[in-house]
């Protein structure tokens, strides 16, 4: 990770190169800040400029031998640590977890090392901008917590304290702190008190106030702040082409900084634009009672698109159905709406009434219902596609 990969965040990594250029880099450091900020990725960033024997003034050179280990997150002196918990799925760690995990292991012996593989793809996928829930989904422990507890402590004292191997310096990144325990916390604070030679420590954080105030006292902080909206709107309009620049604008708005956020909100637009055509185009073809060609073809379109989106889809319809009741009875939610659903709404609405309202979404509730049960798609979307032609002519 080059300090050039990270989105924005200028100020930060000058005032970072420069606590390496003037000899003053702190050997206990808590990069601190809410969100999908970039602080892990500056972490990582920071650790192979400190290491790499030829780094410019700006950026390590990322092509020597010591840059490449990093990249590979190989380096022999550059370690992590990172909540993990038993997966809920199965009875060991996650399936693809290298170290294969015992299927007697209890959680307490559980350490990060037996998740690095899941650990590094999962860096990888996200570009080394990790989250706790997506990463506890990676893990399969979505509704547990995940912890860094006295084993992990034992283990971290245990692999970092020999001398580096090779680097200048060998670098501990500890991603969510918070996850400690108690006993933890204690074992890592005399770790942290007498820190062997030549070591580097970076804590990356979301809340100070969740660390034990002597742990926060052995450190120095670095506050990473969100995402400047000039620096993620400029990152933003190059990785999503295409996309209309007032949806770009509309996500970095709402994302409040954050990267991860914006990717949310951009992908969620994508998907239901294209919904909103899909149900447009079909209810107009219902109600024009189209061909039975047409109605194949439709049917034969939305197979293929996969269960999982044929259930949002058909969600999203029961949504816009729900939507032109509302419309049409006085209650509107315009505000839940976008700009071109209102609009379309508007038109189709009338369509939509007290003498089929019910009936309508007793179709869709069942369709949806169906589909989880991994009813045939053609056959559903086929007779779903008959009644709605019969409901929609229904005067109100
Ligand atoms: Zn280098």
């Not at 060998?170 to 006993?183: A, D, G, R, T, Y």
């Not at 995402?227 to 770009?248: A, C, H, M, N, R």
Request: hydrophobic share 35%; with cysteine; proline share 4%.
């Amino acid at each position: 990770m080059q300090f050039k990969d990270i989105v924005g965040q200028n100020d930060l990594k000058k005032s970072l190169v420069e606590t390496v250029r003037n000899g003053r880099i702190s050997h206990a450091q808590l990069f601190l800040g809410k969100g999908v900020n970039g602080k892990f990725a500056l972490a990582v960033a920071y650790a192979q400029y400190i290491n790499c024997p030829d780094k410019t003034e700006f950026d390590s050179c990322g092509i020597c031998s010591s840059c490449v280990k990093y990249h590979a997150m190989s380096h022999p002196d550059l370690f992590f640590s990172f909540p993990v918990n038993k997966s809920s799925k199965s009875s060991g760690a996650s399936d693809s977890g290298e170290g294969g995990v015992s299927r007697s292991a209890s959680s307490k012996d559980l350490v990060s090392t037996m998740f690095y593989k899941d650990w590094l793809n999962y860096l990888n996928a996200t570009s080394y901008y990790p989250e706790l829930q997506s990463w506890y989904k990676k893990i399969s422990i979505e509704n547990k917590q995940g912890i860094i507890n006295v084993e992990e402590a034992r283990r971290i004292v245990r692999d970092v304290s020999f001398k580096p191997v090779e680097a200048p310096y060998k670098v501990l990144i500890i991603w969510q702190p918070e996850k400690m325990n108690m006993s933890s916390a204690n074992v890592l604070l005399k770790f942290f008190e007498e820190p062997p030679a030549n070591t580097i420590i970076i804590m990356v954080a979301d809340e100070k106030d969740q660390l034990l105030k002597t742990i926060q006292s052995r450190f120095q902080i670095i506050s990473v702040p969100k995402i400047s909206d000039f620096d993620l709107y400029d990152y933003l309009k190059v990785k999503y082409e295409g996309t209309p620049k007032t949806q770009i604008k509309n996500a970095v708005a709402l994302s409040n900084g954050d990267l991860q956020k914006a990717e949310h909100i951009l992908g969620e637009g994508e998907q239901m634009k294209e919904h909103f055509l899909l149900f447009q185009s079909w209810m107009r073809m219902c109600y024009k009672k189209g061909s039975l060609e047409e109605i194949k073809t439709f049917v034969e379109k939305v197979s293929r698109i996969g269960r999982e989106n044929q259930k949002h889809f058909l969600n999203y319809s029961l949504r816009l159905v729900r939507q032109s009741l509302l419309l049409n009875y006085g209650h509107p939610s315009l505000n839940k709406l976008t700009h071109y659903e209102s609009e379309w709404l508007t038109k189709f609405s009338p369509f939509i009434h007290i003498n089929n309202g019910v009936q309508l979404t007793q179709k869709f509730e069942q369709a949806i219902f169906e589909v989880g049960r991994n009813a045939s798609a053609s056959v559903l979307f086929m007779k779903l596609s008959l009644d709605l032609s019969v409901l929609l002519k229904i005067p109100q």
